[in-house]
């Protein structure tokens, strides 16, 4: 029964990933990951391997089968206990050495998705700024605005523009309301609480506490409560 | 309600087909830069929304919405892709572009051994199916009435 509740419960969950502001040339200025939502899959295997593993971008990822959890993309990031860093394990060992070596198994695996760097970060906010503008460019109707609304099988994304060209954007579930309340709050909390910094130089990253607090503070709320409450 | 245009592309991103029925501006490129220009934004879309979505996405992208169009995306497991644009109050479109393809495409692409699969679609069977699938749909809806 309460198991039923609780898969009930998380199909109608609330959530807000993070939060992206990016300024006027496109660069990412503030980001805030609210929930970080955790897939980490450890598991047993016999010889041989029944998953297809490739070393790409300093990372070890499964290129082909899926099992318990492990999807393609996933990254390998321990092998039994230790840490996996580019192939090579904490004791030196190749990665790829220890999966072919036989007498080695069975090994414990743990794969996750990956997490975002700080330096992917910036170069999917400023990715994001041509598609805005071609998606205006492309559209079939005149005076079009730029992308308000994506949505993925995952996740929803808004996109707030400022009239000053920052965008504010939402990343959050689909079933979340009054995101676009919240980005408009946000930028009332920016005008507050950054641009009134005196110690804040515009186009550069946000480093102001009394943002990130009040952020947080909002974020929480319209997750409990809705955007009314505010 | 109105259906602006729509764009097939082939796994390559080679426009297969494309026609418009309530479409008002122009981008004042030719069809293929124009073509182009569409199929290198949504490869972008698709692997922005791969690297921003916080768990494994099954779908991927889906649609996006401006103030004034709403542009639907149809990606099919063999990599064909469908791009329907609408106003912003169509309803279920997604389904929409489903029957295009099973309906239309299937039957009088696939199911006709004198089209090859890599050209864009010269027949004109197609060509009216699709018309008569898409002004038939209650999505479908004249601005001039």
């Not at chain 1, 414990?108 to 994001?128: D, Q, Y």
């Not at chain 1, 689909?174 to 309340?181: A, H, R």
């Not at chain 1, 946000?206 to 607090?213: A, P, V, W």
């Amino acid at each position: 029964m309460i198991v039923v509740l609780n898969k009930i419960l998380n199909s109608y969950k609330m959530v807000i990933y993070s939060i992206y502001v990016v300024s006027k040339s496109g660069g990412l200025i503030f980001n805030h990951d609210h929930t970080v939502s955790k897939t980490e899959n450890e598991k047993s295997f016999s010889y041989p391997l029944d998953l297809k593993l490739k070393y790409e971008n300093k990372r070890i990822i499964v290129e082909f089968g899926q099992r318990d959890g492990i999807r393609p993309g996933h990254v390998l990031y321990e092998v039994n206990g230790k840490e996996v860093t580019n192939r090579q394990l904490d004791d030196g060992q190749d990665v790829f050495e220890v999966l072919e070596n036989r007498e080695l198994y069975p090994l414990t695996l743990k794969f996750r998705r990956p997490k975002m760097t700080t330096n992917e970060k910036i170069f999917l906010a400023s990715m994001f700024y041509p598609l805005f503008a071609i998606a205006s460019q492309l559209s079939p109707e005149p005076k079009c605005s730029g992308i308000e609304i994506l949505e993925a099988d995952t996740f929803k994304l808004y996109c707030f523009q400022t009239l000053t060209g920052v965008k504010m954007m939402a990343v959050a579930d689909k079933n979340q309301s009054g995101v676009e309340l919240l980005l408009k709050k946000i930028y009332e909390l920016y005008a507050d609480f950054a641009l009134k910094n005196p110690f804040y130089s515009l186009e550069m990253p946000i480093r102001c506490e009394l943002f990130e607090t009040n952020l947080k503070s909002v974020l929480d709320v319209v997750e409990k409560s809705g955007i009314t409450n505010i | 309600m109105t259906i602006h245009n729509i764009y097939i592309f082939n796994k390559n991103g080679n426009l297969l087909y494309y026609n418009e029925w309530n479409r008002i501006k122009q981008t004042g490129m030719t069809r293929d830069e124009e073509a182009k220009l569409m199929y290198g934004m949504l490869f972008s879309i698709k692997s922005f929304v791969n690297k921003i979505s916080p768990t494994d996405p099954k779908d991927g992208f889906l649609y996006y919405k401006t103030s004034k169009y709403t542009l639907h995306y149809f990606e099919t497991l063999t990599g064909l892709k469908f791009v329907l644009n609408t106003d912003n109050h169509a309803q279920s479109v997604r389904e929409l572009l489903q029957q295009i393809y099973n309906q239309v495409y299937v039957e009088y692409v696939v199911k006709n051994p004198l089209i090859d699969l890599a050209q864009p679609i010269e027949s004109e069977i197609f060509k009216e199916k699709l018309d008569t699938l898409i002004k038939l749909s209650p999505i479908y809806f004249s601005k001039s009435i």
